[in-house]
Every structure is written in C-alpha cells, then in structure tokens.
C-alpha cells in the first residue's frame, strides 16, 4: 500500500507525462479507493470528462453538452465533446476507443444503439474509464450510470395527453420516429401504445414510421403519412429533428391547422411553427440540466463517491441531492410542456 | 443512337412511324412507361396521391432537388467518370446558405443563388483539376473528397444548425411556392434539365462527352480537348449540386451538418435507373432525370400502396439492378443485330 502512494505521488509530480502514465494513474487511484480512505482526495482523481452524444449538430446535444460543461467548470475537471456527424450504429465505435487510449476519467455517452457499442464501452471500462450514459442507454451492463431524462410512462403519457387533448380524445394518428433502432424512441412508442389502449381507446394508431432524425427524411415520411391517411387526426414525433421536419412540412400544407402535431422538440426549432399555429403544444425536460446531471454524475464515480449501485446517492450541484435507482438509473425529473405562453422564456 | 449504324434500308419510312419506332426503342421511354404505371396505380389506390393540391405539388416537387443532382452526375458519368461528392457538396452549399442570410443581414436571394452555384462549382472544379491531372480514377479522388467536404462542413457547422426561423420567409417561399400549379423548385430544375439535354444532344461539344466516354484514348489521339471536357463535366456537377443546395435550404428550412448525406448514390442511381451506362458514352439527360423522379416516385408510393419501410429500400435496389440487367441485355441484343447486319451486308 505505502508504495503505491509514493509511485502515485510520483506520478502525480510528472502530470505532464503522455497517456500512458495517465491511465497507469487513473488505475492506481481507483485501486487506493477500495483500500478505503480516498474520499476527500478528489484533487488528484482524473476529472476529464468527455461527451459523446449521437452526432454533432443537433441543438439537443449542444444544450446538453453546455450544461455538462457548465457542471464540469464547477468541479474543476476538463471537459471536451466529440461525436459522429451523423447517428448510425456504429458510428461512435472509433470515438470511444479513441477516449479510451486518451486515458479520459469519463466518458458520457447517448448511445445511437444498444448493442452495437458495447464492445468498445467495454474496453474503455476496463482501461479505467467510468462510463455514463444519457438520453439513450445501452444494454445496462456496458455502463456503470444511466442518467434518465425523464421514465418512459411519464414521456409517453404527457405526449399521448398533448394528442389527446388537441384532437378532441378521437381520430386517427401516426408516429413519426427517428431511426428504427432507437432505444428511447421504441420504448416510448410501446408505452404509448399501452396508455392509448387503457385510456384512449378511440384513439387509433395507425402506423409509426422513420425519418431516421435526417431532416429530408423526416419531410418525406410526414408528406406519404399525411396523403395515405388522409382521415388523420394527428402526429406524435417523439425526435427534435421529427418534430421541426414535420412543422415544416405541415406549415406550407393543406393540413396546416387540421392535423395536430406534438411530441418532443426544442424551443429554438419550434418557435417558428408555434407562433403560425402549425404547433399549440409539445414538451421536453431541459436538456442542459440532463448534460449537467449526467457530469456531477461522472464526477461522483470518478471519485468514488459512488459506484452506481442502487440506493448510492451523490450531490449534482444547483439540482440538489440524485439517488441511483434500479439497474443503475439516475431520474432527472418530469418532462416540461412548451406552448405560445412560455416559450418566449426559452433559448435552446 | 440506336440508327447510327443501321444498313440502307430498301424503302424510306416516313417521318412518323420513324419517329414513333424512335420512341419505342429510346431507352427512356420503358423508363417513363414505369413511372406512369407507378403514378397511376398508387393514384388507384389512394386518389390523394395525384388529385390533392398537396399529392399533386410533392410529385412534382420531391424529386426536383435529385433531378438537378442527376444531370449532373449523368454528365459525368456519360465522360466515364463518377462524381461522389455532390452528397457533401450540397451540405455544404446549403450551410453557406444560411449562414450568408444569418451574417449579412438584407442579402440578395439572388446573391444568395449566385454564392451556391459558385461555392459548388469550385468545390467541382477540385474534383476535376484531381481526376484531369493526376490521373487517378474518379471514384477515389470523390470518394475523398465526399469526406473531406463533409469534414468541412462538420468543422465549419460544429454544433450549429439553421433554423426555419433563420431564413427570409420570402426565400423559404421559393421552397414550397408555385407558378400556376407548378412549384418553383421544379421550373428551375426542368429549365436546367431542358439547357443541359439540349447542349449534349446538339452541339459538338456536347457530344464531345460521349466521344471520351467510349473511348478516352481514341478521343484523345483524335484531338480532343479531354481534360477541358471533365474539368467542365465535373464544374457542371459541382455548380448543379450546389444550387441544389440552396434549393435544399429553401424547401427543408433546417440545414444541419448532415445535409445530403447519402444523396450521391441516389443520383447515381437515378442516372442508372434513366439508361445512363456506369461505364460512360450512353444514356440521356432526359433519363436521369425521369429516373429521379421514379425512384422518389416509388418511394413515395411504395407507403401508400402499404409495403413496408423496411422493405422500400430492397425496392429501389431492385430496380437499380433490374436497369442494369435491361441495359446488359439490351446492348447484347443490339450487338448481336449489328453483327447479322454485317453479315447481311457481304
């Protein structure tokens, strides 16, 4: 023990050394956590941490990373964001091996498939690297935190409720998702599907369809939904990107004000569309206290605070106190409604 | 194209039957036949898809942007090249696009129009100048430099991203906007289509084109100027793909990073499905301009008809193969005929 403090100590005097001596360092301060003893001494734990949200350029994951920046300045680690430029499955596979061999403390990710990264989530555990997922999880044992923007039944419902409430409790409506291998979005849909046949049962579904969160797409599928269904009632897209494809397509159409649209969008995209009636309502949580969650959450594990088993607890800054759920989750709140009234308060 | 080496025929037949067996043999009259069949049956099933003021204009609208993009490519390809970086071209046009209506408030639309068209002409003319000069095939120097655009696009955009809200609504206006029942969008596109088809098929140096498509070193040793000939093929393509960028930002009101992504093998498609030959000197304008609009044709009336998403890709690639098939058995038959009219002819 005595001498791997003196080769950690060591280690620390030459910080400036190359990746290898980082991650040597890393392994030996966790190694000191389990001997107990390590809590306070968060100053030499490796606070880097790294965002890698589905792709780069969509205004969700750039509000979720400045939160996470904005959490990461607090506790004084380093931050950095990388990521694909477009949300395929394996495209965040060459990112992840590269943050691992950087010797990063943690890496938080939203994953664009379940399975598909998992080999390399791995590996970048075992080199060391805590590992976070947000917005979209992976198969629970590939990470040591899931942090939950909201549960799916509260998603699902409060998007079924804004259908409801805008098409009168009856008609048609259709889903427009983002990729068909999204795990948030297939979640959310099943539970939607199970709280329109409890509750709104004249409500029918008639088809859930994917733009793959690509702009054209999402255009494309909303026009072929609006003319093969042209008794619907509504549209739910559970996507930002979905959802402003949608309004757009919707704004300039005969349907304009006849089919409701809602779902999960941004204020900044939405904008637009709410004030020329496209859209009346739609909801999302605050992606940027979802960023800043998931990075005091990172922190708690870095310094071994926590190791993600249930019932551990850890404090995220101005959000106040967060208890770890079952399989590792971490639950940031309800989802928030956006209409004509409050958006004006919001810029992201 | 099919007459140029018929024999000397007995008797004379009139201008009108010559006209008529003419298109029945053109390539792309089979292609246009199938893109009817497909409007007429999803209008059987569904009548909202030709008789509703929405159905009418996406027809027409949907597949203007890859109509431009596959003349383009069809140039190109007819020169025995390949362009893969109009996908990023675009996406990079269409930021431009934005980001000129963000940074110089009160721009020109036309300016606007200019700037793209310039942007993706140069972006071509680096192609070009690569493939000319160096050498090396065009699948690899496009194959490059659609990761290097994008690259760029991904560097300059960031996180960023245009909004609707961003751009004049008199510019987005062009996007949805219509002339007597017919959309903007596709008047430009058909104006261009008309030009560029007209120059291949009459000029000499249109069909210069076809004369290094068959033959590059025969072309050459013949004189011509083959280097000026793919500079301008790839110019061409360059400067169509980015109008069609601006086109985009008008019509989609957002442009992320990943604009366009996947849109060059749309119209490389496109151009196969319209009778353009991968392998350069055959094809028309015309048809890879009908192919584009039977590929989003299709994929627009494959929900309607009620196949499923997942299923609508193997469609389209299908056809792809199924035009390439026609294409092979066609040039078969053709040879096969020219040989018995050489022997006919001892």
Redesign the interface.
Known sequence: MFTMQRSRRFGVAITAAAAATVLALSGCASGGGDGGGDGGDGGDANLSVTFLPK?????Y??TS?AGGEEAVEEFGGTFA?VGP??ASPTSQVSFIQTAAQQGVGALVVSANDPEAICDALDEASSAGVKVVTFDSDTNPECRDLFINQATAEGIAKVQVDLIAEQIGDEGQIAVLSAS?NATNQNAWIEMMEEELAANHPDIELVEV??GDD???TS???T??????Y?ELKGIISPTT?GI??AA?YLS????QGQVALTGLGTP??M???VEDGTVTAFALWNPADLGYLAAWAAQALITGEITGEEGDTFEAGKLGSYEVGADGTVLLGDPYVFDADNIGDFDF | MTATAAPPAPSTPSAATRIVSHLLKARETGILIALLAVIVVATLV?P??LF????FR?LLL?PSLLMLVAVGQAVVIITRNVDLSVGSVLGLTAYLTGRLFIDVPGIPILAVFLAGIALGGVLGLINGALVAFAKVPALVITLGTLYIY?GI??AW?????I???DLPAAFRGLG?GQILFIPILTIIAVVVLVVAAWVLRNLRSGREFYAIGSDPDAAHLYGLRVTRRILTAFVLSGALAGLAGVL?AAR??????????GLELQAIGAAVIGGVAISGGVGTLWGAAIGAYLLLTI??AL??LGIQ??WQRAVVGALIIGAIVLDRVLAVRQHRKLIEAREAAR
């Open positions: 792709n780069l350029g969509n205004p994951f750039d990373s964001e430029s477009e068909a369809v994917y690509d702009d054209q255009f494309d599928k026009a072929a939904l609006l003319q093969t042209p990107v402003a494809a757009r300039t159409s005969e349907y900044n995209q904008r637009e569309y | 569904n909202n898809f509703s003021t929405d159905g996406d949907t994008r696009n991904v955009t960031g996180s960023d991203r909004n609707a809200s949805t985009y989609y009101g957002t442009v992320s990073s990943g604009a366009g992504t994929n627009r929900p309607i998403d997942f």
